[in-house]
């Protein structure tokens, strides 16, 4: 989508075609977005489907003549379908399905945005419903969040649980309760001079200390809406410190693993153990979720020729998430009356003048977690007065 690169509309066909040729015939029965289909054997997850009704959005966004099938209406649609479906517990004629469309997911990273768009197109009718989906979910988090009910999952304290309820909390207009989660947040985000230990602790895949692209990046960028709702410098240091763990995925001049990636490539999971004792071969080692075929169990399902080295499964909301932040915002706060920056530096502080440099790839704004302002430019130098 960025007018910067080269082959930007061919990318966005590719995906445009994988999306309404593969996704669609493979996620539900017949192409009726209303029905999921079973590709776990006897079940679906009703998660995957806020994935995909991110995916159906993110080309809605497209200008109409970068796509091929379909219009930019006509995703939006389809998006705001399936994502009533993610959310909304009367759409399932199973109890699997009706508890996991309660349960907040990673969807609150572009829930905004998707209403706003819903609203813009005069979509009322899913405006309607999946807002108040919305409300009764965040409404319920919130009644809960004394006893950190939103903590829990399969995994007990999980960041899969915590990270979205922070960030749906703050969002929905909750922040004492928000900060309840996002004091997990700055526990679970690591301090290190090891950038790479930056990650919340993922225990469950290969049961070793790990980052992983997905939920790292989601609970980073739970601890950066959090701490920007709440302008908390702290939240928002921490996610900073996982975000660029996060990226470090993406790195082709990355040295110290085994497995090098060419300009391009990535891999979904880092083992950050060195030695791994439960895995040897994984030992300091970036890799995709594939490889965990050979384990058995879910990933036998769903990578039946075993690993592939195609790392990439798994990936991309942490991308968005990145973008949708600091790759637009870089931010200052006071501290024993100097102003420092996050994502950024503080070039000069005279008086009651700062210039900040914006790390940001795409900057938009600068916000001070001090005095709660929020200033709009795409400079990337700020002269900002105090």
Known sequence: MDSQVANRKQCIQQVETSAVKYVIPKWFVDGDLKKPAKVYGDFYRVMDLEYIAHLFFLLSQCDASDLKLNTPQTYLKWAAQIFDVRVNPDLHDNERGKAEAQM??????????????????????????????????????????????????????DNAGFGPAAGALALAGHPKEAAIYGELLKANIGFSNDFRSQSPD???????????????????????????????????????????????????????????LTPGEAASTYSIAGPNLNRPDLSRNRFGQSI????????????????????????????????????????????????????????????????????????????????????ETNQREIKYQL
């Open 104 to 157: 907040m997911g990673q969807y609150f990273l572009y829930f905004n945005d998707l209403l706003t768009a819903l609203k813009a197109n005069h979509l009322d009718q899913e405006y309607k419903e999946i807002s108040a989906s919305w409300k009764a979910a965040t409404n319920r988090m919130a009644t809960d969040a004394p006893t950190l009910a939103g903590a829990m999952t399969e995994h007990f304290f």
């Open 202 to 260: 993922r225990w469950w895949e290969a049961l070793s200390y790990m980052i992983h692209s997905l939920w790292e990046g989601v609970t980073a960028a739970s601890a950066l809406i959090t701490g920007r709702e709440l302008f908390d410098p702290e939240l928002v240091e921490a996610a900073y410190r996982g975000t660029v763990a996060v990226l470090y995925m993406y790195d082709s001049n990355a040295t110290a693993t085994d497995r090098k």
């Open 292 to 375: 965990f075929a050979s384990d058995g169990g879910i990933f036998t399902r769903l990578f039946p020729d075993g690993y592939t080295g195609e790392d990439d499964w798994d990936m991309g909301e942490e991308l968005v998430a990145y973008l949708n932040g600091f790759g637009q915002e870089v931010y200052v706060y006071q501290d024993n009356g100097r102003f420092k920056a996050i994502n950024g530096r503080i070039i000069k502080q005279e008086n009651n003048t700062v210039i900040v440099e914006s790390n940001a790839p795409y900057p938009q704004r600068l916000i001070d977690l001090t005095n709660h302002k929020v200033i």
